[in-house]
Nanobody
Framework: QVQLVESGGGLVQAGGSLRLSCAAS????????MGWFRQAPGNERDFVAA????????FYANSVKGRFTISRDNAKNTVYLQMNNLKPEDTAVYYC???????????????WGQGTQVTVSS
């Protein structure tokens, strides 16, 4: 079973940047569409971004469009999320998962990794 480990979170000031990584082990993610989700305290886990298995198509939540970029390196079995111009409302725990649905907005794997905390100060 594929296991996903997120990393790269941290504390950053508003306007700053972070790059998150999602490394897979126990199997290849090369043939899965992949995505990022986030969960702020007291909120449900929300879709952030997704990328097709070949990397040719991406989808973004309206709240991050133009600021975040999802990418993948299938040779490294890794998915990335470049986050620029961060805002305090981006503060959340970020998770990756395989995705499905018309705009790849729904998680596919039933289990989640531990996530990585992103905190944006104002």
């Amino acid at each position: 079973q594929v296991q996903l480990v997120e990393s790269g979170g941290g504390l950053v000031q508003a306007g700053g940047s972070l790059r998150l990584s999602c490394a897979a082990s126990g199997g290849t993610i090369s043939y899965y569409h992949m995505g990022w989700f986030r969960q702020a305290p007291g909120n449900e886990r929300d879709f952030v971004a997704a990328i097709t298995w070949g990397g040719d198509t991406t989808f973004y939540a309206n709240s991050v469009k133009g600021r975040f970029t999802i990418s993948r390196d299938n040779a490294k079995n890794t998915v990335y999320l470049q986050m620029n111009n961060l805002k305090p409302e981006d503060t959340a725990v970020y998770y990756c998962n395989a995705v499905q649905g018309p705009k790849l907005e729904f998680p596919r794997f039933g289990s989640w990794g531990q996530g990585t905390q992103v905190t944006v100060s104002s």
